[in-house]
């Protein structure tokens, strides 16, 4: 890649949706998403132009951290559709989006080890979309559908401890639930 291609680069940078980015259509799905990425990170990643001048650097990480946010954005079952309806509306890069991702979490943790987001530490990426709607599902208080997504995870991603925790913790709502439920029926 020479100059005047990252410099065609830049000038449209701005323009491009985060599909145009890596060349796939809306539909795509998350293997379609994460190999675009991965052709797009083959050619843009810092790391492989050590050698450029600074400028050219800059230029390169600048198209890179754009697509890494898009990869962020695409794969994440929550904020996709909330891209795609600022994609409707003809924005291309959502500020609300852009900050949510730049903001770190009050409950920001290490991103591997033990203390990571459960979703960080599946061994296969098919069992995320379950893991992220189970998650959901137990904070709006409905542990058994939540139960439901995550043996749907595990059987894509067998004998995860973290998984298995998570588990767990979803069997002690359902107990705590069906507690509760049971006390309020006995009550006259």
């Known amino acids: 890649?020479?100059?005047?291609?990252?410099?065609?680069?830049l000038s449209v940078l701005d323009s491009l949706s985060y599909y145009d980015l890596f060349r796939v259509?809306?539909?795509?799905?998350?293997?379609?998403?994460?190999?675009?990425?991965?052709?797009?990170?083959?050619?843009?990643?810092?790391?492989?132009?050590t050698w450029r001048h600074p400028w050219e650097q800059q230029a390169i990480g600048r198209i890179f951290r754009r697509g890494t946010e898009a990869y962020r954005v695409l794969t994440d079952p929550l904020m996709r559709p909330r891209y795609d309806d600022a994609l409707r509306n003809g924005i291309v890069r959502p500020e609300n989006i852009v900050v949510e991702l730049e903001r770190p979490s009050p409950q920001s943790r290490p991103s591997i080890g033990p203390g990571a987001p459960l979703v960080d530490r599946l061994k296969n990426p098919a069992a995320r979309q379950f893991v992220l709607r189970a998650q959901e599902l137990h904070k709006k208080g409905d542990p058994k559908?939540?139960?439901?997504?995550?043996?749907?995870?595990?059987?894509?991603?067998?004998?995860?401890?973290?998984?298995?925790?998570?588990?767990?913790?979803?069997?002690e709502a359902i107990k705590a639930k069906a507690d509760e439920q049971q006390k309020s029926w006995k009550k006259p």
Do not use: C, Y
Request: hydrophobic share 45%; glycine share 2%.
């Open 145 to 171: 559908q939540a139960k439901i997504q995550l043996v749907l995870a595990m059987h894509m991603d067998a004998k995860n401890p973290a998984l298995e925790e998570f588990s767990k913790t979803l069997d």
């Open 1 to 9: 890649m020479d100059t005047a291609s990252l410099q065609q680069w």
């Open 25 to 49: 259509p809306p539909t795509a799905t998350f293997d379609e998403v994460r190999v675009a990425f991965h052709a797009f990170a083959d050619t843009f990643h810092p790391d492989g132009h």
